[in-house]
């Protein structure tokens, strides 16, 4: 399985979907059309190994929210997330059983790197 969750509006995430040339084989899911699932979000947090890995805290809403002085459950990352989509750290590449959240030069690079070796 080769899936990506990303957000159309977002231009870190084009430009990295730009960058990365990604093949026909990788399904696109633009989360703010096409939501998330539980079971999609259960299958990250499984690959990822929370769902506070998954959550993004450099959201809008988190701040609006005042969810920084919060003490969040896994949860309350679960549902923040299933509840709206720009909670979800994004892009999140799925590639077989790994998983690669995030926009942060280190994680671009490891998953540019895993593509090189999988190709």
């Not at 809008?60 to 979800?88: A, C, V």
């Not at 750290?89 to 671009?108: E, H, L, Y």
């Amino acid at each position: 399985m080769k899936k990506v969750y990303y957000l159309s509006t977002c231009d870190t995430c084009s430009r990295i979907l730009k960058e990365l040339d990604l093949d026909d084989g990788f399904q696109l899911q633009d989360i703010k059309y096409e939501k998330i699932t539980a079971e999609q979000l259960d299958q990250m947090r499984l690959l990822g190994g929370s769902y506070e890995s998954l959550f993004s805290r450099v959201a809008r809403k988190y701040k609006e929210l005042g969810l920084k002085d919060k003490n969040l459950s896994e949860e309350d990352y679960k549902n923040y997330i299933l509840n709206e989509y720009t909670f979800l750290k994004r892009p999140v590449f799925i590639i077989n059983d790994r998983i690669f959240v995030g926009n942060s030069k280190k994680n671009i690079e490891g998953l540019s790197n895993y593509l090189k070796t999988i190709e």
